[in-house]
């Protein structure tokens, strides 16, 4: 896989323990307000993050680049895309297409937007939040315009395993209503893919300063929310198609409620017993025999 295929942010955080302080000083500066905090002056970037300059020609060549002014092509090809309609994607598609059927063409997306989700993906961080998910005495979730699918998908596994879950519902303006009811140490799933949507990033602002700890679920780029989050996981989204695909990260949530169930298999054990018995007495689900 070419190295053209990570972003600058995933060559941070897989680089990271190899660089000195004064270049971690620098690669939070850059992360803090990505990809934004990076498109300045290379004398601008080192002011902020208190480095020299040559601090940060140093570090764009440990990430692969040939220099700085390199390192801000690649960020600016990231905010271009972060920030592409469907119509644009579409377009984009569209003239690179290869003359072969479009079933073939989205699987071997999906299968490299997979390969290089999991190549970055690390397990200690996984591990983690699966233990958040477990141990935090209450959990709400939510999700975007297109995004919220996924959230209530995640929703009804976390529900039927645990108590204390919650749905947070799509009009923004009952956001705050739901703010009073998590309190420090409680857990804020949030998912939110380009075009980020500012009604998340304020949410999650207001969880954080409550004591609230998010976890993230975005694409490669990287919502602003996760400024305030405290865990990340970044899914390959893009797809020859006008809308990005959720595929890698419904992936990534299937694992998690497996390794969730496993972990707090003794709780979620007797919660599910119960749960059929009630299927049962309301005859939701047709029995052949």
């Excluded at 060559?11 to 323990?17: A, K, P, S, T």
């Excluded at 699987?107 to 998910?133: G, P, S, Y």
């Excluded at 739901?178 to 998340?200: A, C, I, N, P």
Aim: glycine letters at 4%; one cysteine or more; hydrophobic letters at 40%.
């Amino acid at each position: 896989m070419s190295t053209d295929d990570f972003t600058v942010a995933q060559r941070i955080h897989d680089g990271f323990d190899a660089l000195t302080r004064a270049e971690r000083q620098l690669a939070n500066i850059i992360l803090e307000n990505y990809p934004v905090s990076g498109l300045g002056s290379i004398t601008a970037l080192a002011e902020s993050a208190e480095v020299s300059t040559p601090t940060v020609a140093r570090m764009a060549r440990k990430l692969g680049f040939g220099g700085f002014p390199d390192m801000q092509k690649q960020l600016r090809r990231e905010l271009a895309a972060t920030i592409s309609d469907p119509l644009t994607k579409h377009d984009k598609w569209a003239t690179a297409a290869p003359d072969t059927h479009i079933l073939n063409r989205f699987a071997e997306n999906v299968i490299d937007n997979l390969r290089n989700t999991l190549q970055h993906l690390n397990a200690a961080e996984f591990d983690r939040i699966v233990t958040r998910l477990c141990r935090a005495k209450r959990v709400a979730v939510v999700g975007g315009r297109l995004s919220h699918t996924l959230a209530s998908y995640f929703f009804t596994h976390m529900q039927m395993m645990r108590d204390g879950v919650t749905s947070i519902e799509r009009n923004s303006s009952s956001w705050p209503h739901y703010l009073l009811s998590l309190k420090e140490g409680d857990v804020l799933v949030m998912f939110d893919m380009r075009r980020y949507e500012q009604d998340l990033l304020r949410f999650a602002e207001m969880a954080k300063a409550r004591g609230v700890e998010i976890i993230l679920f975005t694409d490669q780029w990287g919502s602003p929310a996760g400024k305030f989050a405290a865990h990340q996981i970044h899914s390959r989204i893009e797809v020859p198609s006008t809308w990005d695909s959720s595929v890698v990260t419904m992936f990534i949530l299937e694992a998690i409620i497996s390794a969730v169930q496993n972990q707090s298999w003794e709780q979620s054990k007797d919660r599910m017993e119960e749960l059929e018995t009630l299927f049962e007495k309301t005859r939701l689900f047709r029995k052949f025999i």
